[in-house]
């Protein structure tokens, strides 16, 4: 467990020194989003019985803890292997590489906590609309561990910078869009539909706005969450063992 103390404190470090772009940049889209979509367009609008900023503010929490979660390791972890050249270092070092697996997917993790965190005081000084509760937290923080999980993985497998841009385009920027973070999913078409429900972003959206849901449901959406993590994690953490 030393060699998980010693990641997590080098990560906690960097963040320290990057303390204040770090916030303001966490806080740049979510404001964006809030002011354009929830303020702006939405304004008297209402969905599902619902108005759309307290539609909305659930949905920008879940993609901003996706991008940062998922953006803060698959960077690391690419830079550290292809710039830097850093990534060699743990590798003969003592650390069990599922330890360094992980550490960084918990680093990662608190990344995204960090801006909901964030995104979650701002709104609560505007608006009463966003409504938390012991399982709305539990959700985004599986999201945030999965992504972060997921960003791991990528950021062992991709093989230059241009190819991480890449899947960022092709991957997460559309399930930014389409997973239900601006508009009902039952919106889109049938057999798009189905693909999107395979999405783990798709699970987080409709978990966090709980209203009309079963406990069997709330359950399905943890429980997927919960199975792309130990995926991803397994996937991440024998890739990595591959690489040493």
Not at 144 to 164: K, R, T
Request: glycine residues 8%.
């Amino acid at each position: 467990m030393n060699g998980l103390y010693g990641i997590l404190w080098q990560e906690f470090v960097v963040f320290k020194r990057k303390f204040m772009g770090t916030t303001i940049s966490f806080l740049i889209s979510p404001i964006l989003y809030l002011v354009a979509f929830g303020w702006g367009l939405g304004s008297g609008v209402e969905i599902d019985g619902v108005s759309y900023m307290a539609f909305i503010i659930p949905g920008i929490i879940g993609m901003n803890t996706m991008m940062t979660s998922f953006s803060n390791t698959a960077n690391n972890i690419n830079i550290s292997r292809i710039f830097y050249k850093t990534f060699e270092d743990y590798m003969i070092s003592p650390i069990n590489m599922t330890i360094f697996a992980l550490g960084k997917i918990i680093a990662g993790a608190f990344y995204g906590i960090y801006s909901a965190t964030l995104i979650i005081i701002m709104v609560s000084i505007f608006t009463n609309d966003l409504v938390i509760t012991p399982y709305f937290i539990l959700i985004a923080l599986l999201n945030c561990f999965v992504f972060s999980a997921l960003g791991f993985l990528i950021g062992l497998v991709v093989n230059s910078h241009s190819d991480m841009a890449k899947f960022t385009s092709f991957v997460i920027t559309p399930m930014s869009f389409l997973c239900g973070t601006f508009f009902p999913i039952d919106k889109m078409p049938e057999i798009l539909r189905w693909v999107i429900y395979l999405l783990p972003l798709t699970h987080t959206n409709i978990a966090m706005r709980t209203s009309g849901e079963t406990p069997g449901q709330m359950a399905l959406h943890a429980g997927v969450l919960v199975a792309y993590l130990i995926a991803l994690f397994i996937l991440g953490a024998i890739h990595c063992k591959k690489v040493e």
